[in-house]
């Protein structure tokens, strides 16, 4: 056999390798990740459901859904370990504090001042002629659109 049949297998071997190797290094990372969970530290398992650590066992985990309310489950099942202040936000709706003082407008009246400011010469968009775009409600302007080609609505020529 020649390099060039044996090509395919290689490529499909290599690529076969990369994944297993990803999906094992991610597997460690989600191990690592529940083997650091501390009694109080505040979880999301893999159904959505966000709790506190309560106790820790080998396979297990209990967890505190609701105040006194407390479920166990399997190691396997906590989909990540979130910080303090992540769940905070998350669970009780905390705000994050800003480092910043800016101060952003509900409206955008503050974005087209300076605009105004710079471009009084040019036209606005409020100043150009409006399209009717309104549905025409008078029916002797619909039958005399109508007329144009000697038919009205829902007449057609075929019999």
Do not use: C, W
């Not at 999906?23 to 650091?36: I, S, V, Y």
């Not at 503050?110 to 002629?129: G, M």
């Amino acid at each position: 056999m020649s390099i060039v049949t044996l090509l395919p297998f290689i490529v499909l071997i290599g690529a076969m390798f990369l994944m297993t190797r990803s999906a094992k290094k991610k597997q460690q990372a989600a191990a690592q990740m529940r083997n650091e969970m501390q009694p109080g530290t505040g979880v999301r398992t893999i159904g959505g459901m966000y709790a506190t650590v309560k106790e820790i066992g080998d396979e297990t985990v209990l967890l505190e859904v609701a105040p006194g309310v407390h479920a166990v489950y399997a190691k396997n099942a906590i989909g990540a370990v979130l910080d303090d202040s992540e769940y905070n936000r998350i669970v009780h709706g905390d705000e994050e504090e800003s480092d910043s003082d800016t101060v952003v407008p509900d409206d955008a009246s503050s974005l087209t001042e300076a605009a105004d400011a710079t471009d009084k010469h040019v036209e606005t968009v409020e100043d150009a002629p409006k399209a009717d775009l309104t549905k025409k409600s008078d029916a002797a302007e619909a039958a005399a659109e109508g007329q144009k080609d000697g038919k009205t609505d829902g007449e057609t020529d075929a019999k």
